[in-house]
């Protein structure tokens, strides 16, 4: 609960949380170097307590070493954070014992000589954190240890006697010199490691390293405490006994490397310095100041060769483990390389190869390394070259890449890629590279093939092709395009060649107004930027006192860098046949109203019989009433409106003729269905009266309007309308109902019209075949009439079919898309009574 609470305390308040981090991420800036000041304070405190009686010198003074160590383990840039975080432990460690003069004389050395100890470690040394190089090393020892510690020491003395402090110059600068050399030798390279160990994580010791360090441990306490501490007589602690600690000195160096001597040799300082102190070591002496400067310089020498000689062993030891690394992986490489490689002897053949060699050349292993595989063998190339490099320099080139026929084991030659590379001047052997050619030569020779017929493809096409990268530039083209750019009097954006950049051209004939290169522009970006991978568009230029129309397509270049590909066709004779074939189709159109017509002639007759016959008795009526002394007005009138009104029936019939008569373009307009239907049975109510046929229509009021030519609609529906009424002619009267039924379809948006009779109906699988031109069953007919129907409703996007519906007879299907933005049909008020 307590998480939860501090998780969203933290959610509403991320300032705070941040600032949390912040000092999360500055304590672990600022822990290395308090760590530093800490060890610094205690090296200094233990220093003190290690002060010789009578000399005013420590055995052992450290803080000088640790924050060395600390610089050459941070950052430079970070530097100055050490020497801050030292000196106020510095001043607590030294302020009550010195007088403060000197105690920041000190401070100032001690830092000095730090800094520069590091900085020439960085210099000078190739890898300043790895002691167990010999160079690193040999820079510790000489410039960090030695050279550094003297001259911040004669500084540090001169300052001190110009101060009053000091007036032994030589004495107390050999003895700081000492023994800041000695602590630098042993703990700088040991605290490096250690933090190196320390970063690298936690590993286990192996058992018996643990226990051989043990031993070496104990048994060099042992030697220091018989040679230092224990209290011997003069006469019986010869000289030669301070050598008895170097075996194991040189076990340790051997063994355990850089940290393993430095402790061993820490280990040996201190039981020496027990010894002086306690005065009982061969060191102790009437003057303590030659003691110190004894005990130590033997420590200094004794630990500066064995210093090198880990050093030079640790280096040893990479260079043969990186040895060992890099043959191994030389050998990997070798073996598992896919390019043939062989190794070549003195005596001209072959002794050492790879399994891809093998593979080339079918020979075995125990062949190459009995000496049966030899080089002159293989190639005549090989053969010529040796007698040419004979007694030569030139032996001793790499010669290649050179490309050679190799004889195989079977006898049989391939083509090669071969490189060599001598080992030497003489005749030591080398190493020969072989890349089999035959598998390049196989797909060179199909991408040649490819290419080829690449060439001749678009050589051969009559379309003109243009091929464009993604920006717009033309890579290539072919002959018809370039024999239309030569020949052709057209704007500049449709004569572009290989280099040009299409889109720039369409963009400049576009600002001076070609709809064309609009267009053309749109339908190249739409394709080159992803929006669409084919676009197409026809266009005219005009060619002399005629026209040539074109059909150019855009296509998207399949292919990862993107691109298009641009094919233009010449559509002059397809247009002329379109418009050849439309007239031929308005002229048939035309042809099968009249056809329908003369068939309805006899109805027709009969529609305008009736109102001339009611004018004619009408126009009688009012002459007898004229003809009357007395002339009733109103009677009059009634006659009159009566004539006017036969005389408006009779010119609605001959509209309605004038209209299906007529012989033009097609003119699409908003159109209800409902309307025709009504139109086309008032038209042809005399027809169905005649052939005693009851109607039956069921309209939706609420039908969307379509957009069509009203004439063609009526075509269709007057034709659909006469079918039905001569299918059912064989019929009892009462049996002869036609169905008319109008609807909208919303799942494809389309009104529906269906005509049903009730007929003999279709025999099954004349469905299509009705459709067909010249297909009939009357005695007289063309058949020609559900063709040119079915040809009208699909130039308008709609579909016409039949079906045999349950009960007899046969169903006509008619759809036309909905115009949705017409709204519903209302024109209800428009059609005739």
Not at 476 to 503: I, K, M, Y
């Amino acid at each position: 609960m307590k998480a939860d609470s501090a998780s969203v305390a933290t959610a509403r308040h991320p300032a705070s949380a941040w600032s949390a981090a912040q000092q999360a991420a500055l304590l672990l800036r600022l822990a290395p170097p308090l760590a530093c000041a800490i060890a610094y304070f205690c090296a200094a405190r233990i220093g003190e307590w290690l002060a010789f009686p009578g000399a005013p010198v420590s055995a052992f003074w450290a803080p000088n070493a640790i924050l060395l160590a600390a610089l050459v383990l941070a950052p430079r840039e970070r530097w100055w954070i050490y020497l801050l975080a030292v000196l106020p432990l510095h001043l607590l460690a030294q302020a009550p014992d010195f007088p403060m003069a000197r105690v920041i004389l000190q401070y100032i050395f001690n830092c000095g000589e730090a800094l520069l100890g590091a900085w020439l470690l960085q210099r000078l040394a190739v890898e300043p954190r790895r002691f167990d190089r010999l160079r690193t090393t040999a820079v510790l020892i000489v410039f960090a240890a030695v050279l550094v510690p003297l001259l911040t020491s004669m500084l540090m003395v001169g300052a001190f006697e110009l101060e009053g402090l000091s007036d032994q110059f030589w004495l107390t600068v050999a003895a700081r010199t000492i023994t800041n050399t000695f602590a630098i030798l042993t703990l700088v390279p040991l605290i490096v490691h250690g933090a190196a160990w320390l970063r690298a994580g936690t590993r286990s010791v192996p058992l018996w390293s643990g226990l051989e360090g043990l031993a070496a441990a104990l048994l060099l306490g042992a030697i220091g405490l018989l040679i230092f501490v224990m209290p011997w007589e003069e006469s019986l602690k010869p000289p030669a006994l301070l050598y008895a600690p170097l075996p194991v000195l040189v076990w340790c160096a051997v063994r355990f490397g850089i940290s393993g001597m430095c402790l061993s040799a820490l280990l040996l300082g201190l039981l020496s310095t027990w010894g002086v102190l306690d005065g009982s070591s061969p060191f102790s002496g009437q003057n303590p100041m030659h003691s110190v400067l004894s005990l130590v310089s033997f420590q200094v020498v004794t630990c500066i060769p064995m210093l090198l000689l880990a050093a030079l062993i640790e280096e040893r030891r990479h260079t043969t483990q990186a040895l060992h690394t890099s043959e191994t992986r030389f050998r990997s490489i070798f073996q598992n390389n896919i390019v043939a490689t062989a190794i070549w002897c003195d005596a001209g053949h072959f002794s050492e190869s790879n399994e891809s060699f093998l593979r080339l050349t079918g020979f075995t292993r125990a062949e190459l390394e009995a000496g049966a595989v030899r080089c002159a063998e293989l190639s005549d190339f090989w053969r010529e070259w040796e007698q040419r490099t004979a007694g030569s320099q030139e032996a001793a080139r790499i010669f290649g890449p050179a490309e050679i026929e190799l004889r195989l084991r079977d006898g049989r030659v391939v083509p090669v890629m071969v490189g060599a590379c001598p080992f030497g001047a003489g005749r030591e052997g080398g190493v020969l590279y072989a890349l089999d050619l035959s598998e390049f030569r196989r797909v060179e020779a199909a991408r040649q093939l490819a290419e080829n017929l690449h060439t001749a493809v678009l050589t051969s096409l009559h379309d003109q092709v243009a091929v464009l990268d993604r920006n717009g530039v033309v890579l290539e083209t072919n002959d018809s395009w370039q024999r239309f750019t030569a020949s052709a009097q057209a704007p500049a954006f449709h004569c572009v060649l290989n280099g040009d950049n299409l889109v720039q051209a369409c963009i400049l004939a576009n600002r001076q107004g070609d709809p064309v290169a609009s267009e053309l522009l749109a339908a190249i970006r739409g394709v080159l930027e992803g929006l669409s991978s084919h676009r197409q568009l026809e266009f005219a230029l005009p060619s002399g006192n005629s026209v040539t129309w074109f059909e150019l397509s855009v296509e998207e270049l399949r292919r990862p860098e993107g691109g298009a590909v641009i094919t233009r066709t010449d559509v002059t004779g397809r247009k002329q046949a379109e418009i050849e074939a439309r007239n031929q189709r308005q002229q048939l159109t035309h042809l099968g109203r009249a056809a329908v017509l003369g068939q309805l002639s006899g109805a027709f007759a009969h529609e305008l019989n009736q109102p001339l016959t009611s004018i004619l008795g009408n126009a009688e009526a009012g002459l007898r009433l004229l003809a009357q002394d007395k002339i009733d007005p109103v009677e009059l009138r009634e006659i009159l409106r009566d004539i006017v009104h036969d005389d408006e029936r009779a010119a609605q019939v001959i509209q309605r003729l004038r209209a299906l008569l007529r012989k033009g373009e097609l003119q699409r307009h908003p159109v209800s269905m409902n309307s025709v239907v009504r139109e086309v049975l008032s038209l042809s109510r005399s027809d169905l009266i005649t052939r005693n046929v009851t109607v039956l229509s069921e309209l939706d009021p609420r039908l969307p309007l379509v957009l069509a030519d009203r004439v063609q609609m009526q075509q269709v529906m007057l034709n659909l309308v006469i079918n039905a009424c001569e299918a059912m002619a064989d019929m009892p009267p009462r049996q002869r109902r036609l169905a008319i039924v109008t609807r909208y379809v919303a799942d494809t948006d389309v009104v529906e019209l269906t005509v049903r009779d009730a007929g003999s109906g279709i025999a099954t699988g004349e469905f299509e075949h009705i459709f067909q031109p010249f297909v009939t069953t009357k005695k007289h007919g063309l058949g020609l009439g559900l063709a040119i129907c079915r040809s009208i409703v699909e130039s308008h996007g709609g579909g016409l079919w039949a079906e045999s519906p349950p009960g007899g007879g046969a169903l006509l299907h008619l759809t036309v898309p909905a115009d949705g933005d017409l709204g519903a049909a209302q024109d209800l008020a428009q059609l005739p009574a």
